[in-house]
């Protein structure tokens, strides 16, 4: 990351960013709104909220809906985790690249009156880094069952590009994090949904079994998606399913899950009694475990919208 970034990342995570909010604290003649729509102007605002900001997050190559990301979360660093354990590119270095492109793009239009197109910040953002779109490029080329080879098949805990590369059983598995609907719950109270879908072949056709359950909160979306791999686990064992694909849309935790060992350096400490419990119930199975995008799959993308459905059906 350019030291530039790195200041600018670290004045916005210690919440030190003259946003007009901020800055109008401390004299009348700093406007308090955003100098595009008249709002009051405070990071989420402008990095998120603002009509320009939502702009560019929805446009290539994040297709984020930055409005919805955003709800839901009371600090930056929980929504900055969510981007950097969902998205195909969140490494820390594209987001906050990005986000310094938007204050920058901010600034040249509020002291400079320099117009740019929300487009216009990602191409700033490519000059910046050198990987940022690559996965992008690969993104456009959508595979149909026909191009597919084994040869596309990544390492475990990579992203698998379409679950259709993987053979034999898979069950996805996914987490509401601190959700209000599950039965039972006192007003005000949370918890942590967990949603599994296995697909078994079978004689030529497939079995389909879907599960949701709950438990008590979690302190991290990173731990609820644990909690809800190593639920989905616990159902392969039960089930005695030889060989399955454990997929999940949180990339951190696929890594984790891959390396076979909770010891590594790698492995945030917050999930490794889920993990070793995930290793322990899989041992005998001989589980591969991979990330999937549900942006670029049409499969996991169903089920999640049968899931999220499900679970606000069922739990509302
Ligand atoms: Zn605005």
């Not at 354990?85 to 040249?108: E, F, P, Q, V």
């Not at 438990?215 to 809800?228: F, G, R, V």
């Not at 991979?290 to 679970?311: A, G, M, P, Q």
Request: charged share 15%; proline share 5%.
């Amino acid at each position: 990351m350019l030291p530039n970034i790195k200041t600018f990342a670290w004045r916005l995570l210690r919440r030190a960013l003259p946003t007009g909010l901020r800055a109008g604290r401390f004299s009348i003649h700093i406007s308090k709104t955003c100098c595009r729509c008249g709002q009051q102007e405070d990071e989420v605002h402008l990095f998120f909220m603002c009509s320009f900001s939502r702009a560019a997050w929805f446009s290539s190559p994040w297709f984020v809906r930055s409005d919805a990301l955003v709800q839901g979360h009371s600090t930056l660093h929980s929504v900055i985790d969510v981007l950097r354990m969902r998205h195909l590119y969140g490494s820390l270095s594209n987001i906050c690249t990005l986000l310094w492109c938007l204050w920058k793009a901010r600034n040249d239009f509020l002291f400079h009156r320099a117009k740019s197109l929300p487009h216009q910040v990602h191409i700033a953002a490519l000059a910046l880094t050198s990987n940022v779109y690559d996965n992008a490029l690969l993104l456009n080329q959508t595979p149909t069952p026909t191009q597919l080879s084994s040869n596309q098949i990544p390492l475990p805990g990579r992203t698998l590009r379409s679950d259709l590369l993987a053979d034999g059983a898979k069950i996805y598995s996914d987490a509401a994090f601190r959700t209000k609907k599950i039965p039972g719950l006192l007003q005000g109270q949370v918890g942590t949904g967990v949603g599994i879908f296995i697909s078994l072949p079978s004689n030529g056709g497939e079995i389909n079994v879907q599960v949701q359950a709950s438990a008590p909160p979690t302190s991290t979306p990173l731990q609820a998606e644990a909690l809800a791999l190593n639920f989905a686990a616990y159902l392969a064992s039960q089930l005695n399913i030889a060989q399955p694909t454990f997929l999940t849309d949180c990339l951190v935790l696929a890594g984790a899950a891959a390396l076979g060992n909770v010891s590594t350096s790698e492995t945030p400490w917050s999930i490794r009694k889920s993990l070793a419990s995930f290793f322990k119930t899989t041992y005998q199975l001989q589980p591969k475990v991979f990330h999937i995008s549900r942006e670029i799959n049409d499969v996991f993308c169903c089920f999640y919208r049968t899931l999220t459905c499900l679970l606000q059906e069922r739990w509302q």
